[in-house]
């Protein structure tokens, strides 16, 4: 009697411990599954490189751009994986290499187990070259004519997009986002119209223009020596390199950066308007700005960068 009574005893307790097993399985939460994405990139050359998928400024995820194509649509074919838990409902960004790409259709929002075909715009630029090719444009590059390249609309497939250029008032050909946004939003101060002629208006479609020694109030880009611009002339001695009718020399100039007023001020400079033009042409091909000066000139009608003089 004994010996069964210690069976049932432990039956008993095999059957809670069982039990607690089971509920303690349904309780779990399965794993989240993360989205997928695949695709191409459209640009008038060639890609290959990195896409990074990014939630604000944290990456979730790369996957390597061969030919402008990454991934593939087959369920064996690789594919962006983005797992990002509590993310739901976030905008998905995407970046080549460093550079933001812009997307063709509405924004892509986080959602666990997407699986979605994306295209891809490197710039707005390549956006114009690819989408507007059949179109004429109905306006000039002018400062009263930025609201026209700020949307780019293109239709076909049965559908239609705007692209929106976030920076429409700066130059195109500005390869580093980082001094696109830079550019986009310092203000733009020129002493003269030869520089606003010859350089500035290459750099950026607003800008101030003036005859006085302003005084620094937000981060700015200043065009021209001292002898062309006088807020230059104000603060020379505040920059590591001070730049003269013959220092750094004919057909020079200079990019450098300094602090005035807690402000960041870039100065795009030379001894001539050539040597202007060269450090504006220059600066334009940089991916950020500059820690030392750098000089350059103008040689050839092309900009090459020199060691200081």
Not at 132 to 147: F, I, N
Not at 196 to 217: G, H, M, Q, R, Y
Request: with cysteine.
């Amino acid at each position: 009697m004994k010996n069964t009574t210690k069976i049932y005893i432990l039956v008993f307790a095999l059957s809670l411990l069982l039990a607690n097993c089971s509920l303690a399985s349904d309780t779990t939460t399965p794993p989240q599954l993360p989205a997928q994405y695949y695709g191409k990139v459209i640009s008038p050359t060639p890609l290959s490189g990195y896409i990074v998928a990014k939630i604000g400024n944290e990456s979730y995820g790369s996957i390597p751009l061969v030919n402008n194509t990454f991934g593939g649509p087959t369920y064996l074919d690789e594919k962006l994986l983005v797992y990002a838990p509590g993310q739901d409902g976030a905008e998905v960004t995407f970046y080549l290499n460093g550079s933001i790409l812009l997307n063709s259709s509405d924004t892509i929002y986080y959602k666990a187990g997407d699986i979605r075909n994306v295209t891809l715009y490197y710039n707005a630029e390549n956006i114009r070259n690819v989408t507007l090719s059949s179109s004429t444009s109905s306006g000039s590059e002018s400062t009263s004519s930025t609201s026209s390249g700020s949307s780019i609309s293109s239709s076909g497939g049965g559908g239609s997009s705007v692209f929106k250029n976030p920076y429409p008032d700066v130059a195109p050909d500005i390869k580093s986002i980082k001094i696109k946004e830079i550019v986009h939003k310092a203000k733009l101060i020129v002493g003269s119209n030869i520089d606003v002629n010859l350089s500035a208006k290459d750099l950026k479609t607003t800008f101030v223009l003036t005859n006085k020694p302003l005084d620094i109030e937000e981060d700015c880009i200043l065009i021209g020596g001292p002898v062309a611009n006088p807020i230059v002339k104000k603060y020379l001695e505040i920059f590591p390199v001070k730049v003269t009718n013959e220092y750094p020399g004919k057909h020079r100039g200079v990019i450098e950066v300094t602090k005035i007023n807690g402000h960041t001020v870039i100065l795009l400079a030379g001894s001539d308007r050539w040597g202007t033009k060269a450090a504006v042409e220059y600066f334009k091909t940089l991916e950020d700005i500059p820690e030392e000066p750098i000089f350059v000139e103008w040689r050839d009608g092309k900009v090459v960068k020199i060691n200081r003089p």
